[in-house]
């Protein structure tokens, strides 16, 4: 069942359950971009095919907030904000340990090796490596876990890159199985929780939020408001 959250002419923004494609890949496994389809199909009965742009991804065990286009136009506008970095995507994270601060900012350099789909912190200057910013504040930790819930804002939107900048550090993500997470079997504990744009329509700035439910891992979010 397909949760939206906002729907107007121009965008539909949603939530993406854990586990399912943003877009259609080898599996062939069930992808946002056709569940949204038909469901705009359906809810509005039109025939033949139906325009949907996407506009930004989620790797595949990552939920949270989405959003596309419905119109070729707003599609263009929405991309172009990524690519000058106006879309605001703030994460939630539980990862391995204690913070050595309450706030901080992480730089690094990465490189994605595409044989193994995976990503490294790479000395600057680096052939092909990209520049990686985030900023991230801490929620909560937990000592008996030894785990911390962080709030984590993107600043570049690289491969990989909460996780990798948290690995690199000795606070892997509690659940991920590729960066070398405790909670081995676990789902990653990595959720788009908040997501800023101008509309581009109305140019508006809109802001849309989605808590993952508070079960299994989550259930670390109990007493947090966020």
Known sequence: MLKVIYEDNHIIVVEKPVNIPSQGDKTGDNDMLSLIKE??????????????????????????????????????????????????????????GKMENEKG??????????????SKVVKEGTKNSKYALLEYEVLKYDEEL??????????????????????????SIYGDQKYGGRGHGKQITLWAYSLKIVHPVTKKEMIFKSIPERVGSWKILDDLQV
């Open 146 to 171: 030894d785990l911390s819930v962080l709030k984590v804002l993107l600043h570049t939107g690289r491969h990989h890159q909460i996780r990798v900048q948290l690995s690199s550090r000795g606070h």
């Open 39 to 96: 469901y705009l199909k359906q809810k509005y009965q039109k025939p033949g095919n139906v325009y949907l742009g996407l506009i930004h991804r989620l790797d595949r065990p990552v939920g949270g907030v989405m959003v596309f286009a419905k119109t070729s136009k707003a599609a263009s506008r929405l991309s172009e904000e990524v690519r000058n970095n106006q879309f605001q995507k703030t994460y939630l994270v539980i990862c391995n």
């Open 105 to 118: 900012v992480l730089e690094d350099y990465l490189l994605k090796n595409e044989r193994t789909n995976m």
